[in-house]
């Protein structure tokens, strides 16, 4: 009896249309609250570092520079983060925000890393420049 229930369905499916949906081609839009990908706005930014001190994945770094001149670099390790959203909460100043890019899909590791600011910051803090008034190593 439970070959032919078997069968059935078997044979029914094929004449079905597929119920999964076309990903890649066909995108749907975000849902409204969704949280997404963190999105740094350096123009309020004062670089306390309350958000990575927060971060329960340790997915930001924030590199400071040179704090009086407002110089920071701000690291995002987007396979780290959990959306959990206590960064933006924790930013007393309102410069982190999450998005409603939600796509987690890359070849490389590489990809997952975003650095925010100048493009001369981030060249500093990839050379491993020293922030202002740290001392010098020996």
């Known amino acids: 009896m439970k070959v032919m229930t078997m069968w059935r369905d ?13 990903y890649p081609f066909v995108r749907l839009a975000a849902p409204e609250k969704l949280r997404g990908h963190l999105e740094w706005h350096a123009e309020s930014c004062t670089g306390c570092g309350l958000c990575a001190k927060d971060c329960p994945a340790e997915a930001i770094e924030v590199i400071v520079l040179d704090k009086k001149a407002r110089r920071f670099v701000f690291r995002y390790h987007v396979d780290r983060c959990t959306f959990c959203a206590q960064c933006v909460e924790s930013c ?16 490389n590791r590489d990809d997952f890393l975003v650095q925010y600011g100048k493009a001369e910051d981030v060249e500093a803090a990839l050379a491993g420049e020293p922030a202002a008034g740290a001392p010098a190593a020996e």
Do not use: M, N, V, Y
């Open 92 to 107: 007393r100043q309102g410069c982190l925000a999450l998005t409603d890019q939600w796509e987690l899909a890359a070849l």
């Open 10 to 22: 078997a044979i029914s499916g094929l004449f079905k249309q597929p119920a999964t949906q076309q």
